[in-house]
């Protein structure tokens, strides 16, 4: 097969542009530029096998192995290549009918596009197949292993190695497997860890096979070297092997390399566990014996017995006082464990120093006290004090005691410092001592029923005992089931609220309890307003209770509770009453419509109060506001029906009102009132809202009245029996699904959309009511079909009220507020007419004229439209000022503003009246309120803003006293119930001042640390992050010196004690680890520091992130521009400068190249100054300059034939045989 040559574009731009630094050999003048043989500049491929296969064969420049291309003294790494054979029998698609274009060239190009390597083909004359990849190393690598896997056939094999260095081979996180498999072009297959199989199954190539199997061997053999030991010894031991704080077993660690397990003492275990090179295990099992043998030989024990409740303090926080002991005498302590009833503790050491331990251990067993002291369980509380007064002042004086009270037993636990306890116990027994003498207790039994009696409402009975004896009533809860009740305060005080309890006791038993079943609906009426009408039965039976049950626990029972006489008097006189209340209770409903509501109520009510009288009857009318036209009549039957005449006889004079019945057979009566009375209805509503009455069910009738205006009377009652007529002929119902924001708009303005849809298909089409449960249901009836025809038509217009657009449009500022007024009312009937459209319009300040429209298309278009109709009426709108005394104000707008309401409606005007003055008569008080005058100064606030806020909040004048005169007194003037709220206020603001300066005193505390000046920049970090990480996470003030400031070195950290004590190690842990940081200087080419430090610091950030490092670059200017400066713990150095000097090898690759084109596309007078013609690029030793060659002629057709056309073969070249 013929060679296939490549040139790099390096090389090529190097011969370009002359370069003369190259080496020099031979005899080539030192000012031309080095000229590269044909073999180097054109390497041909591998005839057959792989490279150096043959004996006594030169190794091919395409080699298996990557290698640089280089040109003298300078070696720059191109872009790496990679060739490899595959031979025939292993080819995975052997066609080679079409080379370049089947399955091959498809799986090439593939890997190309996903790995960015340049892969090229080609055939030999074995019809192996010879690949050459190029490209950056991982893509290469990654290409390579791609390319083994979808070419090459790929062969097994199994490699056994212990289980238990299966890990190993993984890697953490399975790191070292993937590089494995990426090295070695293969698929290694590892059992998982419940499988008992150790055999590791590897796929892939011959050679990637080879290649894998060597390198887990390798693996494998490495962990040979390391052993584990497990030496058994006694447990009472391995505090000696251990050492105080674990500071032994550490160093020998250290010094072997080895690790060192040992349980701990709460594990009862005693096999000590060393891992490690077997050398060093070996080493440390020495030693650890060594140890162990001395100590068993030398050391005897003593038990000695300390009380139980004593060991804690011998043990110490988290053992550390054992540790001390063993520390200090070298003598280990063994406790019994916590759970056992065992008192003997055992001494272990040498005999000369058992004696020092044994005394550190009673002094550390005697150096915390438990006292408890004798009180009775009811004292407890009142030597706690109230809100832990008593006990607070002990333990302030003494805070190292800790007092326990235990409920329901009569002992104070007292643990602390034996002198402390001593002084605590004192303290406590006088106080004791003091309240036996002043305290007294009795205890009785009431039973449980009687408890909420006694408690009375929200708890005013046993308040105005406890008020008035000064005691204590203690009352066991419901749950405790127990009658228990407690009297604790001053002896005289004790036994004066016992008698009256026994006195209150006595009286309940005697009472009797009724309970009368009332009809809740009456409960109201009984009561009366304002409870009037139930406080007459009350002043007329005094000695009895009445308990209604609360409104919303529906129940009909009233409780009357008393002397028995009087209950059953007072349940006869409510028994009565009831009786008339039912009496009256009668109820009609009389539709009259709306428009003559007020004609029947006549001016200033005379019409209805004139009726209300005669007929001794309630009428209800429905208020403004609501869409009913019913009046409700209430009282006894003949009444109502003689009231219901007379308001008729109005409505008949007032209009043209017609009557008429219609007989329908009584069996279609449901179905033309429809589900929930919708077909009915939708009449009604149709026809002027007309009144259609049915004869009620059971009655038989056929008879239906129709009320209404004559003209509507007429059409509703053909509609009535043309629906009969349907119902009889033909009736189809359907439903469609439509939510309940788009009926307004499906209906249209005055009904125009569903009357052109009736219109069209002849359907009825009936929407739910606002009280109908379903209100997304609409119905449908008709023939069926119009019926599918009007459902077809309202599915279309609902889709297309699905579809939600968004739009917008321009209000001018000035109207805004109409549409967002009277919270938002314009806008709420906006979204109920036209399906739901939500419209937005900007805040209040922003100056913006847009207003956003969202919803279904039709909706928002329709809702446009309606807005410039708004806008254009609010133009055309004057504003006139008519004076109107104060006086009349009230009377103009009537009862809760229902008059003024009515007149803005009807005449679609707005009404707005000035601010009421105030013409109450103030009576300010002025009251003193004793505040520290050291606070005076919080309580003003900056610039007087504090008081100004309390003085505006709280509508008083506060005056502070001059601070000179110090006083503690501040005044407040005002009305009352101000100045009480103020001085509330004033109190609470006091609080929490004084509890801000007691946390001030706490945040106060400061220490100074010295860290060398040449550390601070790094504390402080880039922008202050680090400095701001550790005040953030440790709540503390950190101030570092100022320039010229003495001491340089003094750090200061303020706050919380224990903040600062954690921020203070967190620094000290900071520099310790700058001063473990080394720097050391690295010389990179200037020209690639830019592409290094990327567009604004970028690539850099992210370097010094990944190697934990500070890099350095040098200012422009430096006198060593090239000297880069890494700055972080040695092993992270040395990785840092590695991966810049890769980086500066890639980076100069690029600038070289640039360079040079630069270079190349100079004027020709540039080069060398001396006007030759360019040389291009020449090469030494061509086939076509060899004895009797000559280099082909471009112009001659015979050398460069045009495709289809034969020429007649001349002698051979050193090109090889022609081929058309």
């Known amino acids: 097969m013929s060679s296939v040559a490549v040139l790099t574009p390096e090389s090529f731009a190097e011969h370009r542009s002359g370069l003369k630094d190259q080496e020099i050999t031979g005899c080539v003048p030192e000012d031309e530029a080095y000229i590269p043989t044909y073999l180097e500049a054109f390497p041909p491929l591998p005839e057959k096998g792989t490279p150096g296969e043959k004996a006594g064969e030169p190794p091919s420049a395409w080699g298996s192995k990557i290698r640089p291309f280089t040109w003298g003294k300078k070696h720059f790494q191109l872009l790496c290549a990679q060739v490899f054979h595959v031979p025939l029998e292993e080819r995975r698609y052997k066609d080679n009918s079409q080379f370049g274009e089947g399955e091959e060239a498809k799986v090439c190009l593939d890997i190309m596009q996903r790995t960015g390597a340049h892969i090229e083909l080609s ?4 019809q ?8 950056k190393v991982d893509s290469v690598m990654k290409a390579r292993k791609e390319i083994v896997a979808r070419l090459q056939t790929q062969a097994s094999a199994t490699v056994t190695i212990p289980k238990e260095h299966h890990r190993f081979v993984i890697g953490k996180n399975g790191e070292k497997l993937q590089e494995l498999e990426l090295k070695t072009a293969t698929k290694i297959a590892i059992p998982r860890p419940d499988d008992l199989s150790a055999n590791i199954r590897i796929t892939g190539t011959k050679e990637g096979i080879e290649k894998a199997r060597h390198e887990i061997l390798l693996i494998s053999a490495e962990q040979d070297k390391r052993a584990v030991e497990r030496l058994s010894l006694e447990k009472a031991f391995h505090p000696f092997i251990a050492g105080a704080h674990n ?17 701990p003492s709460s594990l009862p275990k005693d096999e000590i566990v060393i891992t490690g090179e077997k050398e060093a295990v070996a080493l440390a099992v020495s030693r650890i014996r060594a140890i162990y043998e001395d100590k068993k030989r030398k050391t005897t024990t003593i038990s000695v017995e300390v009380k139980k409740s004593q060991h804690k303090y011998i043990i110490g926080p988290k053992g550390n006082t054992l540790q001390e002991i063993l520390e200090a005498t070298g003598v280990s302590v063994e406790m019994p464990p916590l759970d056992s009833s065992s008192e003997t503790i055992i001494l272990r050491g040498e005999p000369d120093k058992l004696g020092p331990a044994l005394t550190q251990v009673y002094a550390k067993a005697k150096s915390v006290m438990v006292v408890e002291v004798t009180a009775p369980a009811w004292l407890h509380r009142f030597i706690i004090g109230k809100k832990g007064q008593n006990i607070g002042r002990i333990t302030q004086q003494l805070p190292r005691v800790h007092i326990e009270f235990t409920d329901g037993e009569e002992r104070i636990s007292l643990e602390g410092p034996t002198e402390e306890v001593e002084q605590a116990q004192a303290q406590i027994q006088e106080i ?5 003498v002043r305290m007294d207790y009795t205890e009785i039994n009431i039973d449980q029923r009687f408890h909420r009696h006694l408690i009375g409402k929200n708890g005013a009975n046993i308040n105005r005992i406890k008020e008035q004896y000064k005691v204590s009533v203690r009352i066991a809860q419901d749950s405790e089931r127990s009658g228990l009740v407690r009297i604790e305060g001053d002896p005289k005080g004790v036994q004066l609220a016992r008698r009256e309890l026994m006195e209150m006791v006595q009286r309940m038993e005697n009472e009797r309890t009724k309970d009368l079943i009332v009809e809740q609906k009456f409960h109201r009426t009984i009561i009366g307003q304002k409870g009037e009408k139930i406080k007459e039965v009350r002043d007329k039976f005094p000695e009895v209770i009445i308990n209604f049950p609360d409104p919303s626990q529906k129940s009909d029972i009233v409780q009357l509770r008393g002397p ?16 008339d209340l039912i009496e009256n209770s009668f109820s ?3 539709p009259i419509f709306k428009q003559f509501h007020k004609n029947i109520i006549g001016k200033g009510g005379a019409n209805i109060k004139k009726i209300r009288e005669e007929t001794n009857t309630k009428i209800d009318l429905p208020t403004e506001n609501s869409n009913s ?15 219901r005449d007379r308001i008729l006889a109005i409505q008949r004079e007032l209009a043209n009102i017609k009557e008429a019945e219609v007989t329908i057979p009584a069996k279609l009566h449901n179905s033309l009132i429809g589900s929930k009375g919708c077909l009915v209805r939708s009449i009604m509503e149709d026809c002027g809202g007309v009144h259609i009455h049915f004869p009620s069910e059971g009655s038989g009738s056929d008879k239906v009245t129709i009320r209404g205006p004559a003209g509507e009377v007429e059409k509703a009652k053909r509609q009535l029996l043309q629906l009969a007529e349907e119902k009889q002929v033909n009736n189809f119902t359907a439903e469609l699904q439509a939510k309940p924001e788009y009926h307004k708009f499906l209906i249209g303005r005055g009904g125009a959309n569903i009357r052109r849809v009736r219109d069209k298909t002849g359907a009825r089409i009936i929407f739910p009511s606002p009280d109908d449960t379903e209100q997304e249901l609409i119905t449908i009836v008709g023939k069926e079909e119009a019926v599918r025809q009007a459902q077809k038509e309202l599915e279309s217009l609902v889709k297309n009220l699905d579809d939600v657009v968004e739009d917008s449009m321009v209000v001018d500022v000035r109207h805004h507020r109409h549409f967002v007024c009277r919270r938002g009312q314009v806008l709420r009937e906006l979204a109920e007419e036209y399906g739901g459209v939500a419209v937005s319009f900007p805040r209040t300040g922003a100056n913006s004229q847009r207003v956003i429209l969202k919803g279904a298309k039709d909706c928002v278009e329709a809702a446009k439209k309606r807005i410039q109709e708004i806008i254009e009426d609010l133009e055309s709108q004057v504003t006139v000022e008519v004076a109107i005394p104060q006086r009349y104000h009230r009377a103009i707008m009537g009862p809760k503003g229902c008059r003024i309401q009515h007149i803005t409606r009807e005449h679609e005007v707005l009404i707005k009246f000035p601010e009421r003055e105030d013409s109450t008569a103030l009576v300010p008080i002025t009251e003193d309120v004793e505040v520290s005058y050291e606070l005076h100064r919080y309580i003003i606030g900056q610039k007087g803003s504090g008081i100004r806020k309390m003085m505006e909040e709280y509508e008083v004048n506060i005056w502070v006293p001059q601070p000179e005169k110090q006083l503690d007194v501040i005044k407040v003037t005002g009305l009352a119930a101000n100045v009480e709220r103020a001085k509330q206020g004033l109190l609470e603001r006091v609080k929490e001042l004084q509890a801000e300066q007691e946390d001030r005193a706490l945040r106060s505390f400061k220490v100074t640390m010295s860290v060398d000046p040449k550390f601070h920049p790094k504390i402080i970090g880039r922008k202050g992050a680090v400095i701001s990480q550790i005040r953030k996470d440790h709540d503390v003030s950190i101030q570092f010196p100022d320039k010229g400031d003495e001491q340089q070195d003094l750090i200061v950290i303020s706050g919380y004690e224990r903040n600062v004590e954690e921020a203070r190690q967190a620094i000290q842990q900071l520099v310790a680890e700058l001063q473990e940081m080394v720097s050391q200087d690295v010389h990179l080419d200037p020209r690639t520091h830019a592409r290094i430090i990327g567009a604004r610091g970028k690539a850099i950030r992210k370097l010094m992130e990944e190697f934990k490092v500070d890099i350095r670059f040098p200012q422009p200017g430096s006198d060593e521009p090239d000297k880069v400066t890494v700055t972080g713990l040695p092993e992270t150095v040395d990785s840092a400068i590695d991966h810049l000097l890769n980086l500066e090898e890639e980076y100069l690759l690029s600038v070289t190249e640039t360079e040079t084109l630069a270079a190349y596309m100079k004027p020709p007078s540039r080069y060398g100054g001396g006007g030759g013609a360019a040389k291009g690029f020449v090469v030494r030793d061509a086939p076509w300059n060899a004895s009797g060659n000559k280099a082909p002629d471009m112009s001659s057709a015979e050398d460069f034939p045009t495709f289809g056309t034969g020429v007649a073969p001349k002698q051979a070249s050193a090109w090889g045989p022609k081929k058309f």
Do not use: H
């Open 123 to 126: 055939l030999a004359k074995d």
């Open 128 to 135: 192996g197949l010879s690949i050459m990849v190029t490209g």
């Open 247 to 263: 500071r032994l077993v550490q160093e020998l660690s250290q010094d072997t390399g080895a690790r060192i397990s040992i349980p």
């Open 432 to 436: 004791i001592k003091d309240l036996l």
């Open 564 to 579: 028995k006489n009087e209950v059953e008097k007072c349940a006869k006189f409510l028994q009565k009453i009831i009786a």
């Open 588 to 590: 009609l409903s009389v």
């Open 629 to 643: 036209e019913m009046i409700v009549i209430t009282g006894k039957k003949n009444n109502c029906e003689a009231a």
